[in-house]
């Protein structure tokens, strides 16, 4: 029996080795510029490294480098980073429902692991997901993306000084970059991005509130205020077309 539950379950990892092929070389170029920028931000090579094993999330390393270069306080950017990965509450309850049933402390193991990316791997996989195979897509993807990491810290050392500091603009190109695309899907994106960058505007020039916590204020008071202006307006579109 016992020989029978290990061989299912290397089965299963191995089976989930192979599906998160595709994300692990899909974290390449992103964590290797990550490491580039974290160079640029003055990280060491042990910090972006340790940064990348006990964060694991993209968006928000690449937001808390950002605020690293503004100054911003431990506090603010465990905020921060907490808000923008509020989702992975949603990601994990959703998983909870498709996996077999296991210990806990696996359970708990393995969500350190859920991403975007490992998410729609294990949630689009038909059946019942087993423990093996979460560790499998996760062992792989994670590996890639620290690996990288370190990679690309590597190779911004060996960049010439100029270029180095040039990097910095690199990561104002980046969250341009991931924002563009959801301009074209949701307007509410457009809206929510402009008046989030208003917000922190005020709050850093006119009230005088440290970066850190402008960022933090921005976001919140923006996300449920667009959210209140756009639910009232599809109520109030629905009651015109009854």
């Not at 993807?141 to 910095?168: N, R, T």
Request: overall charge neutral; aromatic content about 10%.
């Amino acid at each position: 029996m016992a020989t029978t539950i290990a061989t299912r379950n290397s089965s299963s990892f191995r089976n989930g080795l192979h599906a998160g092929v595709s994300i692990a070389i899909g974290y390449v170029p992103i964590a290797i510029t990550f490491g580039l920028l974290a160079k640029s931000a003055g990280l060491t090579v042990t910090e972006t490294v340790m940064m990348s094993l006990l964060v694991f999330a993209g968006a928000a390393q690449y937001m808390s480098l950002n605020m690293i270069v503004l100054g911003s306080g431990v506090f603010e950017i465990v905020m921060t980073t907490f808000i923008l990965n509020i989702r992975h509450f949603l990601m994990s309850a959703s998983l909870n429902e498709k996996v077999e049933e296991e210990k806990l402390w696996k359970k708990s193991l393995y969500s350190f692991g859920i991403t975007d990316e490992t998410f729609s791997v294990a949630a689009t996989k038909e059946g019942t997901i087993r423990t093996g195979y979460m560790f499998g897509v996760i062992f792989i993807s994670y590996s890639s993306w620290v690996v990288s990491s370190g990679i690309g810290h590597a190779i911004g050392s060996s960049l010439p000084d100029s270029l180095q500091e040039s990097m910095a603009v690199a990561l104002y190109a980046m969250f341009v970059g991931l924002l563009v695309p959801s301009f074209k899907k949701h307007r509410k994106v457009v809206v929510l991005a402009g008046i989030a960058a208003m917000l922190n505007t005020v709050f850093t020039l006119v009230l005088g509130i440290a970066p850190g916590w402008s960022i933090v204020l921005a976001t919140l008071v923006s996300a449920v205020g667009v959210e209140i202006i756009f639910r009232n307006v599809v109520e109030e579109g629905e009651k015109r077309h009854e």
